[in-house]
């Protein structure tokens, strides 16, 4: 329901477990006008990297964007459209979670990307769907590095979301 709640405070339709042709979603806020779609999929349950790579792309047969979330370190955080959130204990949020992984900030003078540090989630809900924040690939040789799951290894993503502004900063380096 904290999906749906912040998708129609963004101005956006939202429906609990909506099933599609071969899928199911969480949550499916869709827009108003355009009929754009996105499907916010809470995973709490160990899930492999494989499934939920085919269920993205069952997802997005049917012009679904998916955006994956998790309380916990996950193998597939920036592999797919993903974030990690947390609860915080803060009085003055909006939802009393932030986002504190998935999303980069691009450093064009290192070509380098980097974790601004933490989001509220609603805010981070609001940029997605008014196009604020978007999911870009990320070639491997220039990810961004995420936490490792068993102490402080790193391993590179190949998905973050970041502004358009540093999509385009980045694509314009990376091509020149």
Known sequence: ML???????????????????????????????????????IQLSPASL????????????????TCWISTELTPWLGELPSIQ???????NL????????G??????DTHSWQNPGPIELGA???AV???NLVNIPVP???APHFPGLYGPSRRPGSRVWTTPRYAAQFAQRSSG
């Open 85 to 91: 959130i947390r609860h915080v204990a803060r009085e």
């Open 129 to 131: 769907l008014s196009g």
């Open 50 to 65: 494989a499934t939920l790579r085919r269920r993205t792309e069952t997802m997005a047969r049917d012009q679904v964007a």
């Open 94 to 101: 909006a939802s009393a979670y932030e986002v504190i992984d």
């Open 3 to 41: 999906f749906a709640r912040l998708s129609r405070a963004a101005g956006w339709h939202a429906d609990v477990e909506v099933a599609g042709t071969g899928w199911r979603a969480d949550t499916l806020a869709t827009h108003p006008q355009t009929g754009r779609k996105i499907a916010w999929e």
């Open 103 to 108: 999303h980069r900030r691009y450093d064009a």
């Open 124 to 126: 981070f809900v609001a």
């Open 140 to 142: 491997r040789h220039c």
